[in-house]
């Protein structure tokens, strides 16, 4: 490592330290779920329950085969596990819909 990227380190090291509220005492940490902890602790909730309720919904989208076809999404998957109705029903129009601008 070359000392400007030791100093990057330090830098980002310290941002950490600051933005976690953690004591520069301590060296060592341990990770935790939930949305508080004791000092030595970093709490931590995750996102993975809404990840995947996200893509089950997603899954179920009806897409215009045209799309399908040309690359711009995958083909629905219908309905998921043992369900008799979708979730949510979303629909989309064959229509071209103009481009935002970049």
């Given amino acids: 490592?070359?000392?400007?990227?030791?100093k990057q380190v330090v830098d980002d090291l310290a941002?950490?330290?600051?933005?976690l509220h953690l004591s520069p005492k301590m060296k060592t940490y341990e990770v935790v779920y939930g949305q508080s902890a004791d000092r030595n602790r970093i709490p931590m909730v995750t996102c993975s329950v809404l990840v995947g309720i996200l893509t089950d919904l997603g899954a179920q989208i009806?897409?215009?085969?045209?799309q399908v076809k040309n690359g711009a999404t995958k083909p629905s998957l219908g309905l998921?596990?043992?369900e008799t109705r979708p979730t949510i029903i979303v629909k989309?129009?064959?229509?071209s819909r103009r481009r935002m601008p970049t």
């Avoid at 490592?1 to 030791?6: A, F």
């Avoid at 989309?92 to 229509?95: C, M, N, P």
């Fill in 1 to 6: 490592m070359r000392s400007g990227e030791i």
């Fill in 62 to 66: 009806a897409v215009p085969d045209t």
């Fill in 92 to 95: 989309t129009e064959a229509r």
């Fill in 15 to 19: 941002l950490v330290s600051k933005l």
């Fill in 80 to 82: 998921i596990g043992g």
